[in-house]
């Protein structure tokens, strides 16, 4: 069974594509990048708060299908400059409780949607 996930949660989709897909217990959630998901304001001026609104996008989907970040299992991290990783990490790093860390990749990008520096996609698995 598959199951779209809508957020108000979360900035309106800007292509075809949903905020995330429910199959069975596992959550597809698409890239997410730090735009205000009420007043559509980007947050581009300091990569720690862009990186906290990313998050708290992702945070607002994940509640929407009833999960949490400790349901997390895979992330994918895409920056435009690799510099702001350590800056991009501390950030979420705070979301997770360890030691159980999902698994990740943190991928340099030359452009990403809407000139943002950070996307983040997630994928969770309902126990």
């Known amino acids: 069974m598959k199951k779209v996930i809508t957020s108000k949660n979360a900035p309106a989709p800007i ?3 949903s905020h ?3 199959v069975n217990n596992m959550l597809f959630v698409s890239g997410q ?3 205000h998901p009420q007043t559509g304001e980007l947050m581009l001026g300091d990569i ?3 990186t906290k609104r990313v998050m708290d996008n992702v945070q607002g989907i994940l509640a929407d299908a ?3 970040f400790s349901n997390v299992v895979k992330t ?3 920056l435009t400059d690799m510099n702001n990783f350590a800056s991009v990490n501390e950030v979420y790093g705070s979301y997770f409780k360890g030691p159980d860390y999902p698994a990740r990749e ?3 990008v030359s452009k990403l949607p809407l000139n943002v520096n950070v996307e983040i996609s997630v994928i969770a698995v309902k126990d």
């Open 48 to 50: 720690k708060t862009e």
């Open 66 to 68: 009833g999960m949490e």
């Open 106 to 108: 943190t991928v340099q």
């Open 20 to 22: 995330g897909v429910l």
């Open 33 to 35: 990048v730090g735009k």
């Open 15 to 17: 292509g075809p594509y």
């Open 76 to 78: 994918t991290i895409f």
